[in-house]
């Protein structure tokens, strides 16, 4: 997937909310936003990924402000408040009567948790809002490829799931379990350090995902989406050997679409910004669940 013109404003948006929350010092205020407009210019152009200019965009902020992680306390606050939660959702799952409608109310709770992302212009979170996604996540699918995804898991014997964010790791946990009792060998991959709110190994630990799933592994670098050269041989690997692809979020969209994909792939994500909308051909805040090629 390539940028638009509106996603210059969220890359600068993004970093400034990033600069101030990391230091109070106006001349390293001054320095890490002049490098983000440096970047901008020399490498905004039609042909640019946003995961990728995100990913840059990151590293800067964070070698500038000489902080390793701006989104620390948030990612916790996300991955507490969602595992207060998350027993009133395992319960919608455990309701359901077949193993299909469970693995299709697993994968709607799941997208309604990749909701839970700070900053993009527009969007708003709040932690109270969950139930009520919840609750309307059917009428918010707007791509529904939830039942070929299922018949297609019945039958996968490996399964990667890439994971986006803090707090909706924990959802992801209930349909990781629903993956498992369909025969499958579920690995998780997690971000190698951290990058927006994404999930890390710490993340994935805290929630419980290592009692869940049979492996966790990382991507080995800390770029937004996925980027197959920084990945770690060890990775690259486990992911060119799996049967099947799961992705959450609009990062794994914005980089998995620039790919000549060979193994199935399902795209589950909330469209929260109007590029990755507009490539879906959707509305913004809408529910998607996609399979690629």
């Known amino acids: 997937m390539k940028v638009e013109v509106e996603c210059a404003s969220c890359i600068l948006h993004r970093g400034y909310l990033q600069i101030i929350g990391a230091t109070k010092d106006p001349s390293v205020q001054f320095k890490a936003m002049s490098a983000l407009t ?170 419980g995902m290592n009692k869940v799933a049979d492996d966790i592994v990382t991507t080995g670098t800390d770029a937004v989406g996925l980027i197959p050269e920084e990945c770690s041989e060890e990775f690259l690997t486990l992911y060119n050997s799996s049967d099947m692809i799961i992705a959450k979020g609009m990062g794994h969209v914005e980089t998995l679409t620039e790919f000549n994909l060979i193994s199935p792939h399902a795209l589950l994500l909330r469209t929260k910004c109007n590029p990755v909308a507009n490539f879906f051909k959707v509305k913004r805040d809408k529910n998607v669940a996609k399979l690629m090629p």
């Not at 840059?56 to 070698?63: C, F, P, Y």
């Not at 890439?162 to 993956?179: S, Y």
């Open 38 to 207: 440096d970047l901008l210019a020399k490498e905004f152009n039609p042909s640019a990924t946003p995961a990728i200019l995100g990913t840059k965009r990151d590293r800067i902020v964070k070698k500038i402000a000489s902080v390793s992680d701006p989104y620390a306390k948030r990612k916790r606050m996300s991955n507490q408040k969602a595992l207060e939660i998350l027993p009133q959702v395992e319960g919608l799952i455990l309701n359901e009567k077949t193993a299909k409608s469970r693995f299709r109310t697993a994968c709607l709770c799941s997208i309604v948790g990749n909701t839970m992302e700070f900053d993009i212009p527009g969007h708003t979170f709040n932690y109270d809002d969950i139930g009520r996604l919840i609750k309307r996540a059917e009428n918010d699918l707007v791509i529904d490829e939830i039942s070929q995804i299922f018949n297609l898991s019945k039958k996968t014997k490996k399964i990667m799931f890439l994971a986006d964010n803090a707090g909706e790791i924990v959802f992801d946990t209930l349909l990781v379990r629903e993956l498992k009792k369909l025969g499958a060998n579920v690995i998780i991959g997690v971000k190698g350090g951290p990058v927006l709110n994404d999930a890390t190994m710490e993340d994935a630990r805290y929630v």
